[in-house]
């Protein structure tokens, strides 16, 4: 079950964006596993893709399009992650791309592919396409929370979020959602995250803005250290709250907006890491007094990819010395042990280096005894911090990836 997360039960819809969702039985034949958006034409669109050098066909197709024309549609299926699959992926992509093009009306490279699922494997062309048509008879504005359980693999509950800010005294609303419980961490993720807004933002100043959202959320959690194929996040904005026009990072409201953006991001974020696959305890590592703000995240992600330390959360075993190990190997640069202390929610475990004087091994387990836990790492040598999320690791992680192809 996840820690502390249910399903949105309403999204609140975007002016000019619209999903459909249809079965074309990829792996499954009980839910929808194709959705397709479509976006108005003045709409602006801003992505970031997996940095993992062995990138899938839609991935690699979807850059292709995104050099020559605006989006106007985006297809997403889960099933089959269509990587791995070379020249006959890249067609099978285009196909699809093709029968988008072919319902909506526009041309082929105003739509963007997406695909999560088993690599290695090609897309079934013949039934995703009647999906494809089933979805544009669908497209409905309200259709947020079928799409987000559309594009769900080993998640457990579908993943969204809608906020709303005051732009130049006008409401304007942002509403994402992601899939992702697995081979999760930096560079992105095996995650596919959309999110739209209704405000009036240039190409240039979205793509920015997006950067730096997906810096502080997508790029901070981890499960398991593994880094997909596929991982994707898009931003549109449609403008249908036309004024203000936000043109520049300098703009009034571009810091309302940013913030607006990034909380959105961080929500969907930790919403992945809270149905990570096994897990029973969510996880925020805070590491502060780094010299810099890399050290910090160095320290971080060391401790929270260390299978010692994940099965200690899993057991909630308050086994101290895997965290102090991982501080220590984390090739922290000039790093003075003697200055490092550390608590698990607020309970003080380590001082100076050492077990602190007031710890019990009682006092230990009734902190980690929690679904939620708060790892605290002062390094003591400069002023600088960074958090990232993550999970415990568990005997149903392990069967979960055994039987994933079966």
């Known amino acids: ?47 970031v893709f997996t940095r993992n050098q062995f990138v899938a066909a839609p991935v690699q197709l979807a850059r292709d399009h995104l050099k020559v024309q605006s989006p ?15 020249e006959n992926g890249y067609h099978d992509a285009k196909q699809i791309c093709q029968a988008v093009a072919k319902q909506l009306n526009v041309v082929t490279e105003q739509v963007l592919p997406f695909s999560t699922g088993v690599i290695g494997e090609r897309l079934p062309v013949d039934r995703m396409v009647a999906g494809v048509r089933q979805c544009s008879e669908r497209l409905r504005a309200d259709g947020w929370l079928r799409a ?3 594009i769900m693999t080993t998640d457990t509950v579908p993943k969204g979020v809608s906020a709303q800010t005051i732009l130049g005294g006008q409401t304007v609303t942002i509403t994402g959602i992601a899939k992702g419980s697995g081979m999760i961490y930096p560079d992105m993720a095996t995650m596919l995250a959309y999110i739209a807004t209704d405000a009036s933002v240039t190409h240039t100043v979205l793509q920015a803005c ?11 959690i981890t499960i398991d250290g593994d880094t997909s ?18 043109t520049t990072v300098d703009h009034p409201d571009y810091p309302e907006f940013a913030q607006a953006l990034t909380s959105v991001a961080k929500t969907l974020a930790q919403a992945i890491v809270r149905d990570a696959e096994g897990a029973t305890k969510f996880v925020e590592i805070l590491v502060s007094g780094g010299v810099r703000e890399a050290d910090c995240l160095r320290v971080a992600h060391t401790i ?20 102090l190990a991982a501080v220590g190997r984390s090739g922290v640069p000039n790093l003075d042990v003697r200055k490092v202390s550390i608590r698990i929610n607020n309970q003080v475990i380590v001082t100076s280096g ?7 091994e ?45």
């Open 354 to 360: 050492e077990v602190a004087p007031t710890y019990t």
């Open 148 to 150: 987000a359980r559309a």
């Open 304 to 323: 929270a990819h260390s299978p010692l330390v994940k099965t200690a959360f899993y057991a909630s075993d308050p086994n101290w010395g895997r965290l």
């Open 210 to 220: 997006l950067e730096q959202a997906v810096g502080q959320s997508f790029n901070r």
């Open 1 to 47: 079950m996840p820690v502390g997360l249910r399903a949105p039960e309403t999204l609140l819809p975007v002016a000019g964006v619209r999903w459909g969702t249809a079965c074309a039985a990829i792996r499954q034949t009980e839910r929808d596993d194709v959705a397709l958006l479509e976006c108005s034409p003045q709409t602006q669109v801003a992505s």
């Open 72 to 86: 106007r549609a985006l297809v997403v299926n889960s099933g089959c992650a269509n990587a791995g699959t070379g």
């Open 229 to 246: 194929t596929n991982d994707a996040c898009v931003i549109l904005a449609t403008g249908a709250v036309s004024q203000p026009s936000i």
């Open 362 to 406: 009682a006092l230990g387990q009734s902190a980690m005894a929690n679904e939620e836990l708060l790892v605290s790492i002062d390094l003591g040598a400069g002023d600088e911090q960074a958090a990232i999320w993550t999970c415990d690791l568990s005997n149903e992680y392990v069967r979960i990836n055994a039987e994933y192809r079966t």
